[in-house]
């Protein structure tokens, strides 16, 4: 038996040695995962057997894994995201919190039309699509996804939300729906293939590069999306889409050249870096 804070404090030094970016916090949520718990209710955790398959033996197996960088996510399990749980792991895009931000402005858009008809491309985990759906209950959402993978988690999470889940390409989704959509959402790759070495070790090698990469200068799925989101919205319509910080001049760019957009605007983050985008579908016929 030991003491979680012996255990907690030597998976801390380890974490941090192995430059994990939050070793305290992903300390405690690995002890609270392997005893079924939450991080909270660990001080009403006397001791901690520790030994040949004991959860001793696991939070050690599971604290070097994080030392290697392996996603924290894909150790638990699952990821929170706004007001849902989503599973994941190896071969889907683990969602970030900042992305919660671009969701949010989904729901809230979405919410302020009647039967509003939303699509989430590259729906990845199916994180946005779930939020929407889970938010404004009369939405009608649909996401679309193309790596399998990852399509097999977002079908794994959406499952009996009601979204309209497919596999393909965003370049040719939902023709179906074109000029009948209110809400275009998309987090789409934008890292540029020369920026591979200043990507964080658990996104680089572990998140499908698809889902990663995206041209040289990380807007070739931007310039994909404009188009794409041109073709399903009505008038008036709106779309959203998360970039990289160094893109909040250039991102918005692809959609105010075309002629196609009027309210382009550029968002931050909670900490003020560029974010996401978003542009109203222009009225003009």
């Not at 596999?167 to 023709?175: L, R, S, T």
Request: aromatic letters at 4%; proline letters at 8%; a negative charge.
């Amino acid at each position: 038996m030991t003491r979680p804070r012996s255990l907690l404090a030597e998976a801390v030094a380890r974490l941090a040695a192995a430059g994990v970016p939050s070793p305290e916090h992903d300390a405690f949520e690995l002890l609270a995962h392997v005893l079924g718990t939450t991080r909270s209710a660990l001080p009403l955790v006397d001791d901690v057997p520790t030994g040949p398959g004991t959860p001793g033996e696991r939070y050690d197996d599971l604290v070097a894994r994080r030392a290697a960088r392996e996603p924290l996510q894909h150790l638990t399990g699952s990821a929170a995201f706004r007001y849902v749980e989503l599973a994941v792991g190896p071969g889907v895009f683990t969602p970030r919190p900042e992305t919660e931000l671009l969701a949010g402005w989904a729901v809230e858009e979405a919410g302020a039309r009647p039967d509003a008809v939303v699509v989430d491309l590259c729906t990845g985990s199916g994180a946005i699509a779930l939020s929407v759906a889970t938010e404004v209950p009369g939405a009608r959402v649909h996401a679309v996804e193309l790596d399998p993978d990852a399509f097999g988690w977002a079908e794994r999470n959406l499952a009996g939300s009601g979204v309209d889940l497919r596999h393909g390409d965003m370049a040719e989704a939902f023709v179906d729906l074109d000029g009948q959509v209110d809400v275009v959402v998309c987090n789409p790759p934008y890292v540029p293939l020369t920026a591979w070495d200043g990507v964080a070790p658990e996104a680089r090698d572990h998140d499908p590069h698809l889902a990663l990469f995206s041209g040289d200068d990380g807007l070739d799925a931007m310039r994909v999306l404009e188009r794409v989101a041109a073709r399903l919205l009505r008038p008036g319509g709106v779309v959203g889409a998360e970039h990289a910080d160094l893109q909040g001049e250039s991102a918005p760019a692809v959609l105010s050249g075309t002629g196609r957009w009027d309210r382009v605007r550029d968002h931050a983050d909670l900490v003020g870096r560029p974010r996401y985008l978003t542009a109203r579908r222009t009225l003009k016929p």
